[in-house]
Antibody
Framework: EVQLLESGGGLVQPGGSLRLSCAAS????????MSWVRQAPGKGLVWVSS????????YYADFVKGRFTISRDNSKNTLYLQMNSLRVDDTALYFC???????????WGQGTLVTVSS | EIVLTQSPGTLSWSPGERATLSCRAS???????LAWYQQKPGQAPRLLIY???SRATGIPDRFSGSGSGTDFTLTISRLEPEDFAVYYC?????????FGQGTKVEIK
């Protein structure tokens, strides 16, 4: 059974930083593109970032480019999202997603909540 | 950026009825890289349909997808009580990978 377990969310002040992690199990992690998708409270789904199987190629939505960094450690089956210069409108539930880059999101984690507020 | 517009925003149906949800793209979606997801309150989304018309593993056959180019449809042939949820379409052919705004299927 595929499991994606996010952690690292919390309350942070504007301008602050957080690092999200996603521990994956139940599939060959190194064989899949991985992504982050977020959902602001009461709103729809928005793609944030994706990383290739090796970690060598990354993709970002324009609204996070230069602030967020996606990475992965295939030896630890873990996906990361380093979020810097956080803004109030980054407040959202952040889902770890197995897939994207010419494939759908096959599986989703339950999400970790990031709240940016003073 | 490919903008996906879903209609209607909210629709009410009775259990047993047939529901048809629409997703229109601002430009052609390459190779039918179009997916549909279901999301219930407090839960993560779940993949229903990919490649515009292929059902994901474990999805009941009352769910079907069709369309190509810029017009896509999700059909639920007979609504079950557990089908009342929000449905999103998504294109994964061209970055940025975008989602529609969602259609809420409510109980009438």
């Amino acid at each position: 059974e595929v499991q994606l377990l996010e952690s690292g969310g919390g309350l942070v002040q504007p301008g602050g930083s957080l690092r999200l992690s996603c521990a994956a199990s139940g599939f060959t992690f190194s064989a899949y593109v991985m992504s982050w998708v977020r959902q602001a409270p009461g709103k729809g789904l928005v793609w944030v970032s994706s990383v290739s199987t090796s970690g060598g190629t990354t993709y970002y939505a324009d609204f996070v480019k230069g602030r967020f960094t996606i990475s992965r450690d295939n030896s630890k089956n873990t996906l990361y999202l380093q979020m810097n210069s956080l803004r109030v409108d980054d407040t959202a539930l952040y889902f770890c997603a197995k897939g994207l880059i010419h494939m759908p999101v096959w599986d989703w984690g339950q999400g970790t909540l990031v709240t940016v507020s003073s | 950026e490919i903008v996906l517009t879903q209609s209607p925003g909210t629709l009410s149906w009775s259990p047993g009825e047939r529901a048809t949800l629409s997703c229109r793209a601002s430009q052609s979606v390459s190779s039918s890289y179009l997916a549909w997801y279901q999301q219930k309150p407090g839960q993560a989304p779940r993949l229903l349909i990919y490649g515009a018309s292929s059902r994901a593993t474990g999805i009941p056959d009352r769910f079907s997808g069709s369309g190509s180019g810029t017009d896509f449809t999700l059909t639920i042939s007979r609504l079950e009580p557990e089908d009342f949820a929000v449905y999103y379409c998504q294109q994964y052919g061209v970055s940025p990978w975008t989602f529609g705004q969602g259609t809420k299927v409510e109980i009438k």
